[in-house]
């Protein structure tokens, strides 16, 4: 959404003043200084190059000068462009990165906020794509698995248990935007967020609403307060590529191929080509448009349900249902009713909105509880899972725990990571292709500067890492650092910054860059081919970086706009547009179900290498199938009598301990329905 108020402002004001600004001095004249190196003989004894071109084909017979002979005759300063060519610039390639820029999901209201949100996303751009992506991948598996939960051809009522199972997945997926109290206890704070969210057996005890209809009223005003305007925002992306391809059309033109200002102007427009794929990717990651408000109600839900379950009965059908958490792990509900006694602690499960990858290390609550009802249950019985809805809903609130708990790293965000490297260094690879060949080739201002920012923002991403790794929540050594990654975007941002507005003014036309002498090569300038190239190789390399960075940003708006096709219907505030989207989803899906499946037989092929043929995750598919359903047997240690819903044997008495084993109360074998 875009900026509102004096967040506007100060943002417009921000980059405005660092991209525009001009200098009134043309301080430096290459075309003048070149007449007097060519026409007078001592000069080009004095101030010619004499060394190696590093194998450099160089016509026989063409005037070379050396930077440092420049540097006396021509002047160690700029020569800027002129107002004209600096507009140019700004009208084809700024100004509409602004444009996007302003599209960005900023909370309203929140100088601070919006300060450090753009610092992360235009300093550290990996890392923040990488986290808006694994959001989208989240809020994807969510979808996916409301798909899954009842036939292809069914689209159950607005108060079926699919409804439900769309309201609870939809929360958790809001869930996942906010960071959980770093003082509970990880595998303690799951349990209680499964049983808010899943349970159908827990009786409030404030005399209100039943838990489950608690959840169809926060997943209604989680929708209803979900930021909107995701169209407009890609209207805004079309114009933007109805203006590359103008620009792109107007710089291969053979009347203007080879022009090396308008071949920089071009690897800056390539450089800043990651923008609108991030700016899309979090959009798509949506926010609320009030978070406060959002988080006092997940709260809310929370605290709800942490209050009846200090009901003893409530707590007598944790235990008994629960094949006996109480006693087989630890226990975690005399924490949480410890917790809830905690008046101060009571109101703040939920603390900082952390989406769109605002905050660093923050990989959300969502993944972990999905894991762990894809292994207990939805991946083994794909297609239809909800069709024995106790059953499912015993799994989804009672079934794996991971002992990892909510907060660990799933080696599967790889993919996410290499996605965001291969988005942001693909763009910048196609500037750094365009300028490091334009003569002099070599490494230099230019070139070099666009790779630094790639150093910059690969080594922030790398450190966030070996940070998570390395250290505890909330420890020292981690609140520190979290300190120092803001100072370390900002100068990554002021990078950034600066070599656009250096490409705008003209302020890398100097000596010393057009020598490109930072890697020991180059150190010579030819001042006939400084405007304009004559190579015939200009149209292949031009096209090479062109290529690699519109290719690359072509494939991240594709997977990003059809994720949004895809789970959108999770969130639509309508059940009937919401139902009509699924089924669009559907045949989508099905159409590519050859092409989704590579992945999965890649994935398969690399588990049977290594020996482990067994997957729990869920894969979409068309069809239900025929399977043993499995029964749920859990041994249940307890000192009193028999618990409804167990089978055992009176006579199996050791001392005052009996053994109960819990029985699915599905039949043994399952159909898939019709």
């Not at 890392?127 to 989240?138: E, Q, R, S, T």
């Not at 609550?365 to 794909?382: D, L, R």
Request: one cysteine or more.
């Amino acid at each position: 959404m875009a900026l509102h108020g004096r967040s506007r402002s100060a943002m417009v004001g921000l980059l405005v003043h660092l991209a525009v600004i001009l200098p009134m001095v043309v301080a430096a004249d290459f075309k003048k200084c070149n007449e007097q190196f060519k026409n007078n003989q001592t000069n080009m004894d004095l101030f010619g190059f004499t060394g190696s071109t590093h194998g450099r084909t160089i016509k026989p017979g063409t005037p070379l000068m050396s930077v440092r002979g420049c540097e006396i005759l021509c002047g160690s300063d700029s020569q800027y462009k002129s107002w004209k060519e600096s507009t140019t610039t700004i009208s084809t390639w700024v100004l509409p990165m602004i444009g996007l820029i302003l599209q960005a999901p900023f909370e309203s209201n929140a100088k601070m906020r919006t300060f450090f949100a753009t610092i992360r996303w235009l300093g550290s751009p990996v890392a923040a794509l990488f986290h808006m992506l694994w959001n989208i991948k989240i809020t994807a598996k969510c979808a996916t698995m409301v798909d899954m939960s009842v036939p292809y051809d069914s689209f159950p009522g607005e108060e079926s248990d699919f409804a439900q199972m769309r309201d609870s997945l939809g929360i958790l997926s809001v869930m996942n935007q906010y960071t959980v109290d770093p003082k509970l206890d990880s595998s303690a704070a799951e349990k209680l967020v499964r049983v808010a969210l899943f349970s159908n057996e827990v009786r409030m005890t404030d005399g209100g609403p039943t838990l489950a209809q608690r959840r169809r009223d926060l997943a209604a005003n989680v929708r209803e307060g979900r930021r909107r305007g995701i169209i407009p925002v890609f209207v805004t992306l079309m114009w933007f590529i109805f203006s590359l391809v103008i620009s792109l059309a107007d710089a291969f033109e053979d009347d203007n191929l080879g022009n090396n200002t308008l071949a920089h102007d071009l690897a800056i427009g390539l450089l800043m080509a990651w923008i609108p794929v991030l700016i899309l990717a979090g959009i798509v990651d949506r926010n609320p448009s009030a978070p406060g408000d959002t988080r006092r109600r997940l709260n809310a839900l929370v605290n709800d349900t942490r209050r009846a379950l200090r009901d003893p009965q409530n707590q007598e059908t944790i235990v008994s249902q629960g094949g006996g958490w109480r006693d087989r792990h630890y226990p975690w509900l005399d924490q949480i009713v410890d917790d809830a006694a905690d008046a101060a602690r009571f109101g703040a499960f939920f603390h900082d909105f952390a989406g769109q990858g605002r905050l660093r290390m923050h990989f959300g609550i969502a993944h972990p509880i999905m894991s762990n009802i894809e292994f207990s249950y939805v991946g083994q019985h794909g297609r239809d899972w909800l069709r024995h809805e106790r059953d499912a809903r015993w799994a989804l609130v009672y079934g794996h725990v991971n002992p990892k708990g909510l907060f660990y790293f799933d080696w599967r965000e790889l993919w996410q990571i290499l996605g965001a490297v291969l988005v942001v260094g693909g763009a910048i690879a196609g500037s750094f292709v365009i300028s490091f060949l334009t003569p002099t080739v070599g490494l230099g201002c230019r070139s070099g500067g666009y790779m630094i920012y790639m150093v910059l923002a690969g080594a922030l991403l790398l450190a966030e890492l070996v940070v998570w790794w390395a250290t505890w929540r909330g420890s020292r050594i981690r609140a520190t650092a979290l300190k120092v990654f803001p100072v370390a975007e900002f100068v990554s941002t002021a990078w950034l910054l600066y070599i656009v507005s250096a490409q705008t003014i003209g302020s890398h036309k100097t000596c010393a860059c057009m020598g490109s002498t930072w890697a020991g090569q180059g150190g010579y300038i030819n001042l006939d081919t400084s405007e304009v190239n004559t190579s015939e190789s200009v149209r292949g390399y031009w096209g090479v970086g062109t290529a690699l960075s519109c290719a690359v940003m072509g494939a991240a708006f594709a997977f990003v706009v059809a994720e949004w096709c895809e789970q959108s219907f999770l969130h639509t505030q309508s059940y009937s547009s919401a139902m009509r989207g699924m089924r669009r989803t559907r045949r989508w899906k099905r159409l590519t179900l050859s092409f989704r499946h590579v992945p999965d037989r890649v994935i398969e092929l690399v588990k049977w290498m290594l020996g482990r043929r067994e997957r729990h995750s869920m894969i979409w598919s068309v069809h239900a199938r025929y399977h043993r359903q499995k029964a749920f047997d859990t041994e249940l240690t307890r000192t009193s009598s028999r618990l409804p819903g167990y089978l055992g044997n009176d006579d199996d008495d050791h001392g005052s301990v009996k053994t109960f084993t819990l029985v699915s109360p599905a039949s043994t074998w399952a159909k898939p329905k019709t």
